[in-house]
Structures are given as structure tokens and as C-alpha cells.
């Protein structure tokens, strides 16, 4: 059974740092495209970041340059390192798993983590 | 970055009722690489249609997509009290990947 749990969420000062976790079961996470999606309080979803097995690591324009998408294979963890936080990147943050579609070669999101809150206030 | 607009923003009906969500794209969608997510109250997305039409694995036959291009169309044919959710479409085709704003489907 594919699993995605999220961790790390909490209250940050503006300007500050925190790192998510999740950790993932059911699959080989070095062999998985995977990304993180947000969601800011009351409002719709956002991309945030992707990453392929190979490596390559892919960010919205909003994160690029503060945020950092790595994993750690041997613990099947992602982890999401977020610095220099704005009151903006209030949100639940998911993680979730990508598959690629047959035809077109393109990722979608087929298993999604039930999320981790970050809030970004003095 | 492709921006995607879903219609109604507010969709009332009842239980057994036929719902048909849109969602239309600024420009066209590569390979109809879109799909469709429920979310329920404090849970995550679930993915429910990808490449525009395809079901995702376990979701019911009640539940279809259609379209092409920038026009893409949820089929949900005889509403179970379960379906009541937000809904949303992606496009993953190209990135940044978009997702639109939702609908809301509520009992009427």
C-alpha cells in the first residue's frame, strides 16, 4: 500500500526556516518522481516543487532560490527545506507521488500525504 | 504559465442529479495532460481523471472527463451523497503546473 506522511509543520517568525519531511512506503522513492503541492487557509492548490528519480529538482517561481527539495533514499524520505519564510507561504503542504501517463510521458498525481501546516506569523 | 478557469465556482444539486464541471485553459493543454482532483473538508486531493479522460484506479464509472485543447468537461452522471466536495483540474503538461481555482459542488 502506497503511504506519504508528512511532518515538520509549525509556526515560524517571518524570515525563518523549518524543514519538512515525508516519508514514504509502499513504492522505491529514488525511482519515483515526486512533488509538493500547498494550500494556503480557505484557498486552492498551488505547485511547489518536483523532483525526478535522477535528481533534477524543479521549483515555483514563488519558492525558487528559498526552498529546497532533497530526499533521502536509504530512509524513503523527502524533505522540503524552507528559508527566508514569508507570511505568503502560510499553508498545508502535501506531498504526493507521480505517475507517469503512458501517452504523453508527463507526470500526474496519483497518492497524496494528508498534509503538514506551516504558519508563517510574528 | 497556462491558467486554468473552472465554472460554476458554486455548483447546487441534488442527490441523483447529473453534474457537469468545466474547466477551460488559456491556451491549449499539451497532450490533454489534465486532470481532475476531489477534495473533501480537511483531507487531501484525490486524483480522480488524468490524461483528460482516463479513470484513475478505484474511482467509480459515475465519474468522466472529456475535452481537448483549452476545454475540458467532469461528468460526474447520478450524485451520490459522498460527492459533494471541491473540485479541482491541473494541467501537468507544461510548468509551471497549474491548477484551477475549484468548484465547489453543494447540496442543493
Known amino acids: 500500500e502506497v503511504r506519504l506522511v508528512e511532518s515538520g509543520g509549525g509556526l515560524v517568525q517571518p524570515g525563518g526556516s523549518l524543514r519538512l519531511s515525508c516519508a514514504a512506503s509502499g513504492f522505491t522513492v529514488s525511482s519515483n518522481y515526486m512533488t509538493w503541492v500547498r494550500q494556503a487557509p480557505g484557498k486552492g492548490l498551488e505547485w511547489v516543487s518536483s523532483?525526478?528519480?535522477?535528481?533534477?529538482?524543479y521549483y515555483a517561481d514563488s519558492v525558487k532560490g528559498r526552498f529546497t527539495f532533497s530526499r533521502d533514499d536509504s530512509k524513503s524520505t523527502l524533505y522540503l527545506q524552507m528559508n527566508s519564510l514569508r507570511a505568503e507561504d502560510t499553508a498545508v503542504y502535501y506531498c504526493a507521488r507521480g505517475a507517469r501517463e503512458h501517452t504523453s510521458g508527463w507526470f500526474y498525481f496519483d497518492y497524496w500525504g494528508q498534509g503538514t501546516l506551516v504558519t508563517v506569523s510574528s | 504559465e497556462i491558467v486554468l478557469t473552472q465554472s460554476p465556482g458554486t455548483l447546487s444539486l441534488s442527490p441523483g442529479e447529473r453534474a457537469t464541471l468545466s474547466c477551460r485553459a488559456r491556451?491549449?493543454?499539451?497532450?490533454?495532460?489534465l486532470a481532475w482532483y476531489q477534495q473533501k473538508r480537511g483531507q487531501a486531493p484525490r486524483l480522480l481523471i488524468y490524461g483528460a479522460s482516463s479513470r484513475a484506479t478505484g474511482i467509480s464509472d459515475r465519474f468522466s472527463g472529456s475535452g481537448s485543447g483549452t476545454d475540458f468537461t467532469l461528468t460526474i452522471s447520478r450524485l451520490e451523497p459522498e460527492d459533494f466536495a471541491v473540485y479541482y483540474c491541473q494541467q501537468y503538461g507544461s510548468s509551471p503546473y497549474t491548477f484551477g481555482q475549484g468548484t465547489k459542488l453543494e447540496i442543493k
Open positions: 491556451q491549449s493543454v499539451i497532450s490533454n495532460s
Open positions: 523532483i525526478y528519480s535522477a535528481g533534477d529538482t
